[in-house]
């Protein structure tokens, strides 16, 4: 079975037993790799390492906001920035598929040799996140009457979010587009490049959070006017690497009609549309789990947003993995390299697992020590100590999620993210109706496993027909 550029796929034939899904994954297929002198664990980590490095820049710019707001004399700052945050937060994280699709067909031109597409992709995934910057630019203001009903806060703490909000929502187009840029270096199998433009970005806000905040005294304003600044450094930095970078290729910087050919147009929206669907999925599922917390009550919610923190300290790490296997797996497809797609996909899952299984480790030994130095409400603390098993598991139960969300990303199979990540919520939802009301908060915790796990299993299911599509 082959897969189109648009996503599609038949999803219909699962391979019956559960127990090869991953098992598949470590056999060779007897094919003699294209990519002769590839070393894949020297490739996966000198992908991986500067990737995890940038991770690493995006809390310590939150930390860095914290702080600054942490100092002033009224919290109502601190609640202000924290929300008007969290808003960007999910929706530049809704439109992430602009990097993860940009890195697929990059990859897979790249890898084919595809001089002409390999450019186009760039210009077509731009285009589409300049219009959709627009579209956030004019529907500012209903964004924000929504998010803000969503979000109850005191007068004071809404009036300085939405200052914030009004503030930062100007830096959509600068955000947007360089996730295509990032997205497009990496699916050249540079990560370094990558990098270069986080750390200026992060560094350049910090520096002007203190000027701002510190220096000028301008508050919740100068926060988020130096995010604002700072995107756009972001951006000017990336679009001139950009430049040099086709310069050096001797690529023309004009694009041609090409750009504007609507079978291709169609079917880089429809990719964009099913990573859409598949993001939205997820977000609702972690929304559904902070919701359900809530209702359990404050001591409970709190513990929970502890515990969430070891998720998200481990999946910058595990991330890094899945971003090179994007753009490794996607070079191998643009070259129908079938023994080179596999052991990227071996690889990466293997260095994954590795780094899992020591975070989960870590967890276990440390936990008590990162809860005690996240809060020091002593119920809270004491709560979060209950549950912290289920925090430790994440990382190993994660994972195999991950790590196939890049694969499957690199060789654009969106219709499959689509379609596992739709399966997948609707038995999250299902675990969650019968383990919550049987077990509290043991039964939400154990949902979100359930969720990963299912996440896994439901892209494990097509990697096989995924390999086959390969020519070798």
Same mark, same amino acid.
């Given at each position: ?24 994954? $470590?056999?060779? &297929? ?13 490739? *996966? ?6 990737? *995890? ?20 004399? &009224? ?23 602009? #990097? !993860? ?61 939405? #200052?914030?909000?009004?503030? #930062? ?27 270069? *433009?986080? +750390? ?14 510190? @220096?000028?005294? $301008? ?13 756009? /450094? ?34 880089? +929206? ?25 209702? !359990? ?108 969300? @890049? ?12 379609? @596992?990540?739709? *399966? ?13 009301? /049987? ?16 996440? @896994? ?16």
């Amino acid at each position: 079975m082959t897969q189109r550029l648009d996503g599609r796929s038949d999803y219909g034939h699962w391979v019956p037993q559960i127990g090869t899904i991953f098992g598949n994954m $470590w056999m060779g &297929d007897g094919v003699t790799s294209k990519v002769q002198a590839g070393n894949w664990h020297r490739r *996966i980590w000198r992908l991986a390492m500067p990737m *995890i490095i940038s991770n690493i820049s995006v809390p310590l710019l939150g930390a860095v906001d914290t702080a600054v707001m942490g100092h002033l004399p &009224d919290p109502a700052y601190l609640g202000a920035v924290a929300i008007g945050a969290l808003i960007f937060s999910y929706v530049y994280w809704g439109f992430g598929f602009l #990097r !993860m699709s940009t890195v697929g067909m990059t990859a897979q031109a790249f890898g084919g040799g595809d001089e002409t597409g390999f450019q186009t992709v760039l210009y077509r995934a731009g285009l589409i996140a300049f219009g959709l910057a627009a579209a956030i630019i004019l529907l500012q203001q209903p964004i924000a009457m929504l998010s803000f009903n969503l979000l109850s806060a005191s007068d004071q703490v809404e009036d300085l979010a939405h #200052r914030y909000f009004l503030i #930062r929502v100007w830096g959509a187009p600068a955000a947007l587009a360089t996730f295509v840029i990032l997205g497009w270096f990496l699916g050249q199998e540079d990560a370094r490049t990558p990098l270069a *433009i986080q +750390v200026v970005t992060n560094g350049i806000n910090i520096a002007l959070d203190l000027l701002f905040v510190m @220096g000028l005294g $301008w508050g919740v304003d100068g926060v988020a006017a130096a995010t604002l600044i700072a995107e756009y /450094a972001g951006f000017l930095l990336g679009g001139f690497l950009v430049l040099r970078r086709l310069a050096r290729m001797g690529e023309r910087l004009v694009p041609d009609r090409s750009l504007f050919a609507l079978h291709e147009l169609r079917s880089m +929206v429809a990719i964009n549309r099913d990573i859409f669907i598949r993001t939205f999925c997820l977000l609702t599922a972690f929304a559904i789990f902070t919701a359900q917390g809530a209702k !359990m009550g404050d001591v409970i919610l709190a513990a929970n947003a502890v515990l969430l923190n070891f998720l998200t300290f481990s999946s910058h790490a595990l991330d890094a993995f899945a971003h090179a296997a994007e753009a490794l797996v996607g070079g191998a497809k643009g070259r129908r390299d079938r023994a080179g797609f596999h052991a990227a996909s071996k690889t990466a899952m293997l260095w994954g697992a590795g780094i899992a299984a020591a975070a989960s480790v870590l967890f276990l030994v440390t936990g008590p020590y990162i809860i005690d130095g996240l809060t020091g409400i002593t119920e809270v603390r004491e709560t979060a100590y209950t549950y912290l098993f289920w925090a430790a598991a994440m990382p190993i139960v994660s994972v195999w999620c991950f790590t196939l969300d @890049g694969i499957f990303i690199g060789a654009t199979r969106s219709a499959d993210l689509r379609n @596992g990540m739709v *399966i997948t919520l609707i038995g999250y939802l299902a675990a969650l109706y019968v383990l919550e009301s /049987a077990y509290g908060n043991h039964g939400l915790w154990a949902s979100i496993i359930v969720l990963m796990v299912l996440r @896994g299993v439901t892209l494990g299911l097509r990697y096989p027909a995924l390999l086959r599509s390969i020519d070798g």
